[in-house]
């Protein structure tokens, strides 16, 4: 029985022109920053010295300079990146632009040492969820219809669940948010293209869209979001969420086997109980 292929969410060579437009506009770093800014503090809690680290990133050359010494290869299907090579690899700001981001980690995993670190960076939960109200009333307003432009964001519940389908130990999910300030929706737009993450999925419209729609929508968003230390400006939120996993190893901690406790709970709680009173 033969199966229909499943249909692409993402245009690759169309996110990859909007990537190389990006770096020759070079406006493509400011969330790359912060995301990079957060790992550095993350990693200065762990108390290892990493030799081997990689970073797989749509934006190498951004990278390559925050971690001199790194492997650093494109987030392609196949991930250039040797097996058991890295004690610790970076997936940095593209796993959302991924068609299947559980490979993507899997190949992560593989290229760790035992007990080697993967740390995860990509926009998730609630980011630009006021632009995507926005545009999705003033189209169904305008046209009578929708069309995809704003990429489908996971929930932090979700992705961290992706640690442990990929083998990775230790999961740990964690959100930071920002909010950014814009004049109004075509100098979000703006600087959406210029970050490289404009509209690039499969399904989306492939001719400009009405003026109309995206007068409405501006004024939606001027309406709903406005900028609290600005009112004539918008404001809207990105989400970054951190993915934390290890290598599995013999040396980390391992839970009880259930049944295993050598006291019961209740006992406990009434000790306690006991020695309040």
Known sequence: MSHAPRPQLIDRPALLRQRARALRQGHADLFHQIAADEIADRLAEVNRTFTAPAVVTGFP???????PGATVVPDDEIVALRPGAHDLVIHALALHWAEDPVGQIV??????????????VLFGGQTLSELRAALARAEAEVTGGLSPRVLPMGEIRDLGG?????????????????????RDI?????DLRAMGEGNAMAARLRQPTRRAVLARAGALLA?????????SRISVGFD??????????????????????QAR?????????KQEE
């Open 61 to 67: 050359d951004l990278w390559s300079a925050r971690f």
């Open 107 to 120: 190949q992560a995993a593989r290229a760790l040492r035992e007990d080697g670190l993967f740390i995860g």
């Open 162 to 182: 992706l640690l442990a389908r990929a083998g990775l130990a230790l999961p740990v999910a964690d959100l930071l948010s920002q909010r950014a300030s814009y």
């Open 186 to 190: 075509f100098h979000l737009a703006r």
């Open 223 to 231: 309406q709903d979001c406005p900028d609290r230390d600005d009112p």
């Open 240 to 261: 970054l969420v951190f993915l934390t996993g290890w290598a599995p190893s013999d040396s980390q901690p391992k839970p009880l086997r259930p049944g295993s406790a």
């Open 265 to 273: 709970l209740a006992d406990a709680l009434n000790a306690a109980r």
